[in-house]
């Protein structure tokens, strides 16, 4: 058998073509990690790469509800559990109508790195369901996440498999899932994170995956003795992600001139406020409708709708010093790339997973930006969710200053953690680098030890 990283990743290829997504993950580790499959012979020995790109277990299903007019819908259903050399497996759910087998999967790749960097005891997963709940009634989206619930429930537990939310899974849903979950298991316990304050939830969870997004780039903006005071900053994306990096970029006094969703964005070039935010989360988590209301309101903002066959995203072409990517995978394309460079943006940094295409990264590399990959700087989603779920086995709730102080110092310690690791390897600043090889080791390390199983 040809043990090269190159032949493994045209197996991968091989066994599922269409899963393009999941490839381009697959392809960025397997990049990455070369020079440490040279030190350490046994990585290749012991068929590392073969086994770290097949998850441990995929489970399909069949999800049946009835809407509201009574009419049968029928949903597919995933959970990608794909490593859980670390800890139990960890990721959130997803609902939207672009969810398939690949997705998931790269999702759940990404994961596993991600969670090892956070220093908590977490293996990797994802799941989700091709749902779309945009412009669905509340018992819809019940039945739906109850329907959901009634096949996951036997696969996860606190111990096994916790999942949280992603795009389209908010605190709502968590909810109807918990409750669901809560019934059938006939036992209340920390199976899921992200849930509501009065029963389980953590304080800072909402806002962890946006907020450390923000911390990280400020421990990168440290190492060339600047901040975020005073900088432009680009976000896409208004949801939970989005909002709260917006949010932490305002505590820290910089200045957000862009959001987005599915539909366009908006431009405002005096700046969101918090006045203007708060009327985005009403929009976004109350009413549950368009960004385009945001310049119905904001007269000075421009609106522009999205346009899928544009070669470049107009939102990434504004003078601005930083970018934060906080809407899905692949929002930023080569040619977005050049316009980001193009109009002074000197930091990138993904609170999205993946949204960057390898075009983009490599021009980011290649022009020394501060770039960071969503797998170190959105870390701090999942690392506040395990702090949930000690909180949940201690069964007492931290304060916010706490929770906020273990996130920040988590996404210091990651940051220091990729910098360290791509200063070994001969890459010194290089986030990629730094931040699949820790990972990588890490887990590894801990698949070795555990033998073949
Ligand atoms: P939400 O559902 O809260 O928000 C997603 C936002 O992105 C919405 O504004 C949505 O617009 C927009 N969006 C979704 N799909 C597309 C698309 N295909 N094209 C354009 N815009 C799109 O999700 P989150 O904020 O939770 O997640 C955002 C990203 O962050 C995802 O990549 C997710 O995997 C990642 N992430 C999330 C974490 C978390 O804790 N929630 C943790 C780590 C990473 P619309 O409303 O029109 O669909």
Known sequence: ?????????????????????????????????RPVLDR???????????????????????????????QVQVNRGFRVEMNSALGPYKGGLRFHPSVNLDIMKFLAFEQVFKNALTTLAMGGGKGGADFNPKGRSDREVM??????????????????DIPAGDIGVGAREIGYLFGMYKKLANEFTGVLTGKSLAWGGSLIRPEATGYGAVYFAAEMLATRNDSI?????????????????????????????????????????????RDKLAFVKELKNIRRVRISEYAERYSQAVYREAEPDRLSNPLWDHPADCAFPCA????????????????????????????????????????????????AANAGGVAVSGLEM?????????????????????????????????????????????????????VVNAMLDQGLV
């Open 328 to 375: 899905t995978e692949n929002e930023i394309n080569g040619s977005d790339a050049a316009h980001l460079i193009h109009n002074g943006v000197f930091l990138v940094c993904e609170g999205a997973n993946m949204p960057s295409t390898p075009e983009a990264v490599d021009l980011f590399l290649d022009k020394a930006l501060l770039y960071a990959p969503g797998k």
């Open 390 to 442: 000690a909180q949940n086995s201690m069964r007492l709730n931290w304060p916010r200053e706490e929770v906020d102080h273990r996130l920040k110092l988590i996404m210091k310690s990651i940051h220091q953690t990729c910098l360290a690791a791509a200063a070994e390897y001969n890459t010194p600043g290089n986030y990629v680098a730094g931040a699949n090889i820790a990972g990588f080791v890490k």
């Open 40 to 70: 350490n012979p046994a990585y290749r020995r012991e068929a590392i790469l073969e086994r770290i790109v097949e998850p441990e277990r995929v489970i399909v299903f069949r999800v049946p509800w009835a809407d509201d007019q009574g």
């Open 1 to 33: 058998m040809n043990t090269t990283k190159d032949a493994i990743f045209e197996r991968v290829m091989d066994r599922d073509p269409d899963q393009r997504e999941f490839h381009q993950a697959v392809r960025e580790v397997f990049e990455t990690v």
């Open 229 to 273: 005071e005073g900088k432009t900053c680009l976000v896409s994306g208004s949801g939970n992600v989005a909002q709260y990096t917006a949010e932490k970029i305002l505590d820290l006094n910089g200045r957000v001139v862009t959001l987005s969703d599915s539909s366009g964005y908006i431009y405002d070039e005096e700046g969101i406020d």
């Open 143 to 160: 039945r739906f996440c109850q329907a959901f619930m009634a096949e996951l429930y036997r696969h996860i537990g606190p111990n096994t």
